[in-house]
């Protein structure tokens, strides 16, 4: 009983996951309350708040689990290139790209996250999240960085952390420019050689090189 009472709590509050990014997406942050949302998932306002505390609680979650997403994949992309921390980027970056174009639910995050969240009034102790979330983001792509050097993959004197400010900067650039125009270019089509290009820039760019 205590198993399947635990399994329709985690059902519940998934439902309310789903209908939350779908109201954000459709109408933004700030014009999405929790009594739409907890329409939207066929509960109770009192079931959103037995799991969130309100709603920046709520779109935090939502963030957090998009990133616990991208650690699990990393994870299978490690087992599948060992010793190859080139492969384990390029395939990352590519993921990061064609899952945006063809799955409804990244889509949607991403158009969250880019166009329909503002840092005012009740989210504004999420900006401070998110800024957090920034820093952690550099360091992780550091570590990335560091271990193509330490395999060979790229070159020795890669100043690694102005290069995390580029990736970062080109990666969200990309994101940004395709959800506000989609018809603008093929995202999923073009993602090989929009990796290609980022990896030549970290490969050849003397701009992003220590100096001396």
């Given at each position: 009983m205590a198993r399947n009472t635990k399994q329709q709590a985690q059902e519940t509050r998934n439902h309310i996951l789903d209908a939350a990014i779908k109201r954000f997406s459709e109408h933004g942050v700030a014009k999405t309350s929790l009594a739409d949302i907890a329409a939207g998932a066929g509960v109770t306002r009192g079931a959103i708040y037995w799991h969130f505390k309100n709603k920046t609680d709520l779109l935090n979650e939502i963030w957090a689990q998009s990133e616990s997403g991208l650690a699990a994949l990393e994870i299978e992309y490690q087992s599948k290139y060992p010793a190859d921390p080139l492969s384990v980027m390029r395939s990352m970056l590519r993921y990061v790209f064609e899952a945006t174009a063809t799955d409804q639910k990244r889509r949607a995050l991403m158009e969250i996250i880019y166009h329909k969240c503002e840092f005012v009034g009740e989210m504004a102790t999420l900006q401070l999240m998110q800024?957090?979330?920034?820093?952690?983001?550099?360091?992780?792509?550091?570590?990335?960085?560091?271990?193509?050097?330490?395999?060979?993959?790229?070159?020795?004197?890669?100043?690694?952390?102005?290069?995390?400010?580029?990736?970062?900067?080109?990666?969200?650039?990309?994101?940004?420019?395709?959800l506000f125009m989609p018809d603008s270019f093929d995202l999923a089509a073009d993602a090989p050689q929009l990796v290609e290009t980022l990896i030549d820039m970290l490969t050849h760019s003397t701009s992003l090189r220590k100096p001396g």
């Open positions: 800024q957090n979330l920034y820093l952690e983001c550099y360091e992780k792509i550091e570590l990335l960085l560091v271990g193509c050097i330490d395999a060979q993959q790229l070159p020795e004197n890669l100043d690694t952390r102005r290069a995390a400010v580029v990736m970062r900067g080109y990666v969200s650039g990309i994101m940004e420019n395709w």
